[in-house]
């Protein structure tokens, strides 16, 4: 328990704070040999100043790893490494076992693709590739991930037409116009 507790003091030494950079700024310097998954997240976290919401069980050990990235591309990282949803809404990281996750069928409700895609990248400016997917003959996307951020995407693609949209990221409030037409 001793050597685990220094060690991970250990990692916290590596971590470069740059004052005026955001969390998601914030360069993460890791090298890990052996450790639980969990403990991995909650290292990055604590180094990043990221808050995390893990969906599911975190297991497993993550073996000869390291990273050197700003915050949130950390967790990608360890997300390629490990099998694991990584998604970034700007103030917290989801994450999610991949077998953990689902696919939710939605309608775009003849609204453009483009758009609605826009408002969802404004929301969650980093998620995986496969993440969202759209049939252009029948309208529908298909949205893959834990449920937190399958609810989140679904809120955005049911909302009514409208000219903005009012997203609240880090405590700011941001206006995205949607009248694009594209």
Request: glycine share 8%; proline share 5%; aromatic share 6%.
């Amino acid at each position: 328990m001793f050597a685990r507790f220094v060690y991970m003091a250990a990692i916290g030494l590596l971590a470069s704070f740059p004052p005026p950079a955001g969390a998601s700024e914030r360069e993460v310097r890791l090298d890990v040999v052996s450790l639980p998954l969990g403990d991995v997240v909650q290292t990055l976290s604590f180094m990043s100043g990221i808050p995390v919401t893990t969906v599911g069980t975190l297991s497993g050990k993550v073996e000869h790893w390291s990273v050197r990235e700003s915050g949130a591309k950390a967790f990608v990282k360890l997300g390629d490494a490990s099998n694991l949803f990584v998604a970034y809404d700007g103030s917290r990281i989801i994450i999610a076992p991949k077998q953990e996750v689902s696919t939710v069928v939605l309608d775009r409700g003849g609204r453009s693709w483009k758009t609605e895609q826009n408002a969802i990248r404004a929301l969650f400016p980093l998620l995986p590739d496969d993440a969202l997917r759209e049939d252009p003959a029948s309208g529908l996307v298909l949205v893959r991930g834990p449920a937190v951020f399958t609810k989140a995407v679904e809120d955005v693609l049911s909302r009514q037409q409208a000219d903005s949209i009012k997203v609240i990221k880090g405590g700011q409030l941001e206006i995205l116009t949607t009248n694009n037409g594209a």
